[in-house]
């Protein structure tokens, strides 16, 4: 495996980062992967709130391929509270939005008088003898950027998919990269990863994505459980439960563009 970039994301200047080959989508070379412009605005619309409230849901539009070229995230409070927020960001393009976000942050309390089971997910498998590519594909940047650990699917357009990741390089140079990060990295990925047609010669494009949380992450590994299906008409539709080590995250659901490449 090739050396790895030093993040998905290089600053470059007030609110500008340059996009790094870790962005790589398999779809387009030149394009990113939705999964890393959705860490990214999610991260800068995180940083905007302050202590006591918690990104509870994000909700992304991608708007057309999102070029593989330095980008302005711009930050816009719409509805600003102390019980409930959200905040919208762009990620601007060559002038262009090429992806939107939307949070909503809810404030933290006490812990409700009832005790939540959590259940762990399956453990995580032992690494490969050798790195693969990424369901069959040629090497590509976020295939790389991520360590894939699958206890099932991967390999076969079963239509479903069950698998531990690792990213392995920060968002953003010079930054720690958080749970939040490594979540919403991956998330974007479960629609490729639960392919009911091979990816070589289908299409498999979400519009948009929503992730809905239901605590922080913690630790640097995130399971995805998920499935596509699909209609007889073009479209199909994803949803995955996503895990850490201590039990459920939340979930993904994203709608699905299908056709032949």
Known sequence: MSDQPEAFYLPAGDDVYEPTRATESPWDSAAQH????????AHVIDATVGPGMRLARVSV???????????????????????????????????RAAVTARAWHIATGPTPPVETERVPPPPIPQAPDEWESLLGMPDW???????????????EPLGFAEVWTRVRIPLIAGRKITGLDRTLIVADAANGLSATLPIKEWLSIPPTMTTTLLRHPEGEWVHLDCRTHLADDGLGATHA??????????????????RRR
């Open 34 to 41: 939705g999964g890393p412009p959705t860490a990214l605005l």
């Open 61 to 95: 539009d991608f708007l057309g391929p999102i070029p593989r070229r330095p980008a302005r995230v711009e930050v816009t409070p719409l509805r600003p509270g102390r019980q409930v927020r959200l905040t919208e960001a762009h990620l601007v393009v060559d002038g």
């Open 141 to 155: 940047g976020y295939g790389q950027a991520i360590e894939w650990r699958f206890i099932r699917g991967g390999r």
């Open 241 to 258: 439960t996503v895990s850490d080590p201590g039990g459920r995250l939340g979930d993904v659901s994203q709608p699905l563009l299908i």
